[in-house]
């Protein structure tokens, strides 16, 4: 996978995230009390690596041990870059590790 190839599915994963967080959002609308950092990473876990997937499937790239870390990958950098800044990275974190 080229630089440019890497960022612009990480531009439209991170879009994508963005929008069905927001429809999450929508959804659940203060009902219980939810962590949207959480959720936001959970959906950029998803899209990522489904995404991926289907960049790879499309293109007929073999899924190799390399290319699912790779997916892996892009779901943890949609995540980060959906987010949008450190200090939504930094509650995420406080939220996930309790403290």
Known sequence: MTVSTFLTLLSAFSVISGLVTEGIKKIVNNKANISYNIIALCVALVVGGIGCGLYYQLNEI???????????LMGFASG???MLGFDKVKQAIIQITGK
């Open 62 to 72: 073999a899924f190799t041990v390399n290319n699912i870390i790779y997916m892996i």
């Open 80 to 82: 980060l870059v959906s």
